[in-house]
């Protein structure tokens, strides 16, 4: 079993300051173990990354609401991602691995904590491809419910499972831009894939993961067009997020200000940065009024 490195510890303030009540579609909390265990059969050990941290880090980037995605180091145990929701005043929202072993009375307790959707992983590194009886159990199950699925990918993958994403009468968000690879360019089936989804009204995409899309590296520049390509062509569905604090990073840990410094390259103009960090995931993710000190 592999472990993470930490986040990078001295979160730079970004130069960009980003607007009121803007949010951070996909971040995360780890543990602590201590009081929140790891599940026995996770792929990969991170270091605590607990609920204060995200709060302290998002003080730093300007950043006032939240979307805290559960992952699969906590596996279906979605306690530490409701203790996170539950300390941030209305603020957080998230969303939850759940199995089949999830009944009304589970579910109902994770909405009324906040949970929105549910994830389901994909990637060969964190065990491919899930059993899609149960991805189609849960579809069935969540819908009445108003949530949506999130669904982390492979770049690969996108063409193969199109088919089964256009068939789905719910909303769907796909993580981390598909995960393509930049030096792959724009014309890279995967890519085309993805636009030709996100034409469907169901098809949310999330334009963060530059660390994960770039081949050069700091500053990730070369991610830029592929997110800015997508909230172009589909300004009402796109979100973004920080993906804090960044398991299973591979090269180069990014540092959280250098990518908010990237958010006016992706949205130059204040109205799509408005959409993109505060009208669409306010709209996803059912939030408030409520709101924090700038």
């Known amino acids: 079993m592999k472990s993470c490195p930490p986040p990078d510890p001295d979160t730079r303030r970004p130069r960009w300051r980003p607007p009121a009540r803007a949010c951070d579609a996909h971040c995360h909390v780890f543990g602590p173990a201590a009081r929140f265990p790891y599940a026995p059969d996770r792929s990969y050990t991170p270091p605590d990354a607990p609920k204060e941290s995200l709060a302290a880090l998002h003080r730093i980037l300007g950043i006032e609401r939240a979307v805290i995605v559960q992952a699969s180091c906590h596996g279906s145990d979605n306690r530490a991602t409701l203790d996170a929701i539950a300390s941030g005043g209305g603020r957080y929202r998230g969303v939850a691995i759940v199995d089949q072993s999830f009944a009304d009375k589970g579910y109902a307790a994770l909405h009324a904590g906040g949970v929105r959707g549910v994830r389901f992983n994909f990637v060969k590194h964190l065990g491919g491809m899930p059993d899609r009886r149960v991805v189609h159990h849960v579809v069935e199950r969540i819908a009445p419910m108003g949530w949506h699925l999130v669904l982390h990918l492979d770049a690969a993958d996108i063409v193969e499972l199109a088919p089964l994403l256009r068939e789905l009468r719910l909303p769907f968000v796909i993580d981390h831009m598909g995960r393509v690879k930049a030096d792959a360019g724009l014309e890279q089936a995967p890519f085309r894939a993805l636009l030709e989804l996100a034409k469907l009204d169901t098809c949310w995409v999330k334009v963060c993961g530059a660390e994960r899309v770039s081949t050069a590296g700091p500053p990730f520049a070369d991610a830029v067009l592929f997110a800015r390509t997508l909230v172009r062509a589909t300004p009402d569905r796109v979100l973004w997020g920080t993906d804090w604090p960044h398991p299973n990073i591979a090269r180069h840990m990014p540092n959280d200000g250098d990518l908010v410094d990237l958010v006016p390259l992706i949205a130059p103009d204040a109205a799509s ?19 924090c000190a700038r």
């Open 273 to 291: 940065q408005r959409k993109l960090l505060v009208d669409n995931p306010a709209h996803l993710y059912d939030f408030g009024e409520a709101r």
